[in-house]
């Protein structure tokens, strides 16, 4: 049985753009971008797991609202399971702490950057959600 990691993602809007980070050089897919977030540990919920996970990449806290997707995607290794939520930025300003680099981008921009496969099938749902 293949390994099942679940992870979240923050949608965070600001004036119609959306925040996404670039993974660092030395991590798994490495220099791709995504919606900020990260693993949940045991015994955390998603809403703590994305709290925690913005906190340590960027120093950022969020306010969680409601899941905007949900995807589930077979890496050869493992398969993710991966949720993502609606967020607002409460505070902070963003600091590369374990993420390589940020945008704001509008949706019709995302197609730009290079995304991991999971995270392309929320860019697929987002963007079909966005042209309505």
């Given amino acids: 049985m293949r390994r099942r990691i679940r992870v979240v993602g923050a949608l965070i ?3 119609g753009k959306y925040l996404i980070t670039q ?4 991590a798994t897919l490495p220099l791709l971008w995504e919606f900020p977030g990260g693993r949940v540990e045991e015994g955390e919920t998603d809403e703590q797991a994305l ?6 990449e960027m120093d950022i806290r969020v306010e969680v ?18 949720t993502v939520y609606r967020c607002k930025l409460i505070s902070g300003r963003i600091a590369h702490l374990r ?6 981008v509008r949706p019709t921009e995302l197609d730009s ?3 991991p496969p999971a995270d392309e099938k929320t860019l697929s749902l987002l963007l079909g959600v966005e042209a309505h």
Wanted: glycine share 4%; proline share 10%; charged share 30%.
């Fill in 23 to 26: 993974r660092p050089p030395a």
């Fill in 13 to 15: 809007e600001l004036d």
């Fill in 113 to 115: 950057y290079p995304f």
């Fill in 65 to 82: 609202g409601e899941r905007a997707m949900h995807v589930t995607h077979a890496y050869p290794q493992y398969e993710v399971d991966f």
């Fill in 99 to 104: 993420v390589h680099d940020h945008r704001w």
């Fill in 51 to 56: 709290g925690r996970e913005l906190r340590e």
